[in-house]
């Protein structure tokens, strides 16, 4: 499949354990941030977004925390699996502006 | 409901040549996004078509261009093409423009030789 980045920041983790990807943020006025998951080949796909009015939000095996006053965005899977292997996109949107991505994070995991 | 489709999937072309990409958006999105996708530059938005109407825009050159049809299906066009256009282009939709979940198709990994 198509490489998504050479260069990218690598996060290891053991099958099973949890995983934490970090983001940090350049707009201190963006009002909604978003987490995309890229596999090898494909497009980006939607996991979880948050508000500037919120500072936590969970789905299913994923949190995703917010600290404006640090401009710090994270990213938690729990019982990190096979499938999660990929590349992990944080973005940025403030009013009708589009989303700014950040530059991605791969995270691998090992069995 | 079907996800957002581009074609062609894979494209090679000569520097100098134009080409044309097309983005079939999730039935009911009247948003749709252009994306260039590359190791250095990462995800960079290029424009924003809702209602036929181009509602914002990268920075990139006049080269790039792009427009939205009556049942908000785009296409892109990228005239004099050169070596740098090589990229994965990846049209997104969504229901509205303006801050709003995007939905990605597979992209087009368009090679400029």
């Known amino acids: 499949g198509e490489s998504v980045g050479l260069h990218l920041p690598t996060l290891s983790v053991q099958e099973g354990d949890n995983s934490i990807i970090n983001c940090a943020y350049s707009?201190?006025?963006?009002?909604?941030f978003i987490w995309y998951k890229q596999e090898s080949g494909k497009g980006p796909q939607f996991i979880i977004d948050?508000?500037?009015?919120?500072d936590k939000r969970q789905g299913q095996r994923v949190t995703v925390l917010l600290n404006k006053t640090v401009k710090h965005l994270s990213l938690q899977i729990a019982a990190t699996q096979p499938g999660d292997s990929a590349v992990y996109f944080c973005?940025?949107?403030?009013?009708?502006?589009?989303?700014?991505f950040g530059q991605g994070t791969r995270l691998t995991i090992n069995p | 409901k079907a996800g957002v489709t581009q074609t062609p999937r894979y494209l090679i072309k000569t520097r100098g040549q134009q080409v044309t990409l097309s983005c079939s958006p999730i039935?009911?999105?009247?948003?749709v996004s252009w994306y260039q996708q590359t190791p250095g530059q990462g995800l960079q938005f290029l424009f924003e078509?809702?209602?036929?109407?181009?509602?914002n825009k990268g920075n990139f050159p006049g080269r790039f261009s792009g427009r939205q049809f009556s049942n908000s299906r785009s296409e892109m066009n990228v005239s004099t093409l050169e070596l740098g256009d090589s990229a994965l282009y990846l049209c997104?939709?969504?229901?509205?423009?303006?801050?709003?979940?995007?939905?990605f198709g597979p992209g087009t990994r368009l090679t400029v030789l």
């Open positions: 997104a939709s969504s229901p509205r423009t303006g801050l709003d979940t995007q939905y």
């Open positions: 707009n201190s006025a963006s009002d909604y």
């Open positions: 948050i508000r500037s009015n919120m």
């Open positions: 973005a940025e949107g403030q009013g009708a502006q589009k989303l700014v």
């Open positions: 039935s009911g999105h009247r948003s």
């Open positions: 078509y809702f209602s036929e109407t181009q509602r």
